[in-house]
């Protein structure tokens, strides 16, 4: 049995698709009979998502912490500590936390998001676990902002950019990449039965800027919304409804990252209106995605998901695969998504399809609502052959030797 300690950003970052994204790991490892906990050390004030607006207090974010481990199997395995003000250790005793910290076989920081270095905290063995590959890799290669400073805190690399380190994937690794892999989930927790709604839905920030990168001569964008422009009519060449749920209130959404400050903002009235007039149902994701199993919730009742991925995972072809998609897939719920070049490792074309063209997309929907008990059914066979949390982290251990 390994000590091992899941860092993340739950408290900063007080948002659904995180918590899914970071506690199916740390559940994940627990499940498979280790020492598992969370932790949270960044330096960055808390979100409190009732305000709206970064807080200099933990008044939302410890209740928040206190519940969200309990519901996820690690009640009395979670620890917070204040970096931003008086350096106090909440949820566990400070000498325990050190302790644990200093003893851990690994400890997972979950998207290279914390500087515990600069937070003066001592680890064994720190991992950075790439949820959201690319931008690093170009930074790194580069000398970009402090990207050098954050991979040297680290003594391993594992990322969910499964085509990366590839003879046919130009993506500079980091180094000491020892391992790819991809989103944990879950499946007991998704397990549902026929879908509430008609809808094709997905969620995400519409505009965001400060990530934008250039690598070999050519511009590399992180906003989603340059992809969803090019397929702006598929709503009206559809029979299924499509909707995206998106931050309509002005920077409901943005994070500072390493090397760069990313900030979201509002849909532009403009944008709504042309998505509107070209069949989008266009829904504020305020409304569900502070809650964890509402969430949950918005995407079981959906009839499947129909999304883009960033352009630079695009143009690359990284390999990478949305977490938020893979749980669409375990709760049984056709995939439609834009080639990252992940059917290097994912079969596609019953389930879950990927797609460069819009004749892509509209032979994929067709696809679907020919057959679609086969199709949920393909999506779930896949969730659970190759996103199955004790499989992805069994695998992902030994691939680091633990």
């Known amino acids: 049995m390994a000590r091992l300690i899941v860092l993340g950003t739950l408290a900063s970052d007080a948002f659904a698709g995180m918590t899914w994204m970071t506690m199916q790991v740390a559940a994940g490892l627990r499940r ?11 330096s960055d004030w808390p979100y409190d998502p009732l305000r709206r607006c970064k807080v200099c207090d933990s008044d939302y974010a410890i209740p928040y912490l206190e519940q969200v481990a309990k519901r996820f199997g690690l009640a009395g395995r ?7 003000s008086d350096k106090a250790w909440l949820g566990m005793e400070a000498a325990r936390a050190t302790e644990l910290l200093a003893s851990a076989d690994a400890v997972f920081n979950i998207a290279g998001a914390t500087r515990v270095a600069q937070e003066n905290l001592r680890v064994r063995r720190l ?6 590959p690319v931008w690093h890799e170009l930074a790194f290669s580069q000398g970009i902002g402090d990207a050098a400073d954050v991979l040297a805190e680290h003594n391993d690399v594992v990322t969910y950019g499964e085509n990366i380190g590839r003879a046919d994937c130009i993506i500079p690794p980091l180094p000491r990449l020892r391992a790819t892999t991809r989103q944990p989930i879950l499946m007991d927790l998704w397990k549902s039965g ?3 709604r008609q809808e094709f839905t997905t969620v995400g920030n519409w505009l965001q800027t400060g990530r934008d ?19 702006l009519d598929v709503p009206l060449a559809v029979a299924q409804p499509v909707e995206l749920a998106t931050n309509l209130n002005d920077i409901e959404a943005g994070w500072k990252g390493q090397g760069a ?28 995605t502070t809650d964890p ?15 883009v991925a960033r352009d630079l995972n695009v143009r690359l072809k990284s390999g990478w695969f949305s977490e938020r998609s893979a749980c669409y897939l375990a709760a049984g719920r056709p995939v439609i998504t834009q080639d990252t070049g992940f059917g290097s490792v994912l079969p596609t074309g019953e ?23 086969r199709h949920s059914n393909a999506a779930y066979a896949i969730a659970h052959e190759y996103f199955r949390a004790e499989a992805v982290l069994s695998k992902l251990l030994a691939d680091l030797g633990l």
Request: zero cysteines; glycine letters at 8%.
């Open 351 to 373: 389930g879950l399809f990927s797609f460069t063209t819009r004749d892509d997309i509209l032979g994929a929907f067709d696809a679907v609502a020919t057959d679609y008990k």
């Open 78 to 84: 979670w620890a917070y500590r204040r970096s931003y």
């Open 213 to 231: 990168i250039e690598y070999r001569g050519e511009s590399y964008l992180w906003s989603k919304h340059h992809e969803f422009m090019k397929f």
């Open 293 to 307: 199993w509402a969430y949950h919730d918005y995407i079981v009742a959906s009839s499947g998901e129909f999304t």
């Open 32 to 42: 498979l009979g280790h020492d598992v906990y969370y932790f949270e050390t960044t």
């Open 127 to 132: 991992v950075f676990f790439g949820t959201d």
């Open 261 to 288: 400050t990313v900030a979201g903002f509002a849909m532009p009235r403009d944008d709504r209106a042309l998505l509107g007039d070209s069949g989008w149902r266009i829904t504020s994701a305020s409304d569900f």
């Open 194 to 196: 026929p879908p509430a």
